[in-house]
């Protein structure tokens, strides 16, 4: 990308300056967390890179912020406890996300292509991809709970299958989005934003710009 956008910059800039406070404070937990969490904000845009991706602007604000509030906000600002809405907010988002994101790497896998399998179909495996993801999420927090001491499961089995039918819910309507988006009803929204990504990956689409815009089938 040409130029990390502001937001970014100054959640580096945090979670730095919170690294530096951590150890002249010799807290030890805010230093570790902090630290990975500044790491992971490089992680996104570094990924798309190497698979030969470029994310809208927006997107990789999103997942930064995302990441930020996650582990930094919800575990060194306590978040979690402070709102109990956090998680489920943070939940329901990135499973929509992941949802979303399914289905653009799902219809990049059929170069664009809107004929190549069903629209339902589609959006049935964008769907599995947000789930998974969520379910990947929950033993991440399972890790580091048993490896680190955190408490990211809070109520344990009660709070890991709440999280599991948020994220089913956020995922359904990240699919069913591509749903939509394929059957050509939606061009705002996360219409938009489907295609402000193929623009910028005109290359993995070749056959959606031969195609034109997703008709009705």
């Known amino acids: 990308m040409s130029s990390v956008p502001v937001v970014i910059r100054l959640i580096q800039a945090v979670l ?9 404070t010799q807290t030890w937990t805010a230093v570790f967390v902090a630290g990975a969490t500044l790491i992971l904000t490089f992680l996104p845009d570094k990924a798309a890179r190497f698979f030969g991706i470029e994310l809208p602007r927006t997107v990789l604000t999103a997942i930064v912020v995302f990441i930020f509030a996650t582990l930094f906000l919800g575990e060194v600002a306590n978040f979690y406890e402070r709102f109990w809405w956090w998680d489920v907010v943070l939940h329901f988002f990135s499973a929509l996300s992941f949802g979303a994101m399914g289905f653009l790497f799902i219809f990049m896998m059929f170069e664009g292509d809107k004929y190549a399998a069903p629209a339902w179909a589609i959006a049935v495996l964008a769907f599995c991809v947000g789930v998974a993801f969520g379910a990947i999420w929950e033993i991440f927090e399972f890790f580091m709970d048993q490896t680190f001491g955190f408490n990211m ?3 344990g089995l009660v709070d890991t299958m709440w999280d599991l039918i948020i994220d089913t819910i956020g995922a359904a309507i990240g699919g069913f ?3 939509v988006y394929l059957k050509g009803r939606e061009s705002k929204g996360m219409g938009a934003l489907f295609n402000e990504f193929m623009e910028k990956n005109r290359k993995f689409y070749r056959k959606a710009r031969r195609q034109g815009k997703p008709e009705d089938r």
């Open 16 to 24: 730095a300056i919170e690294v530096i406070s951590g150890v002249l």
């Open 153 to 155: 499961q809070k109520s």
């Open 177 to 179: 989005s591509g749903f």
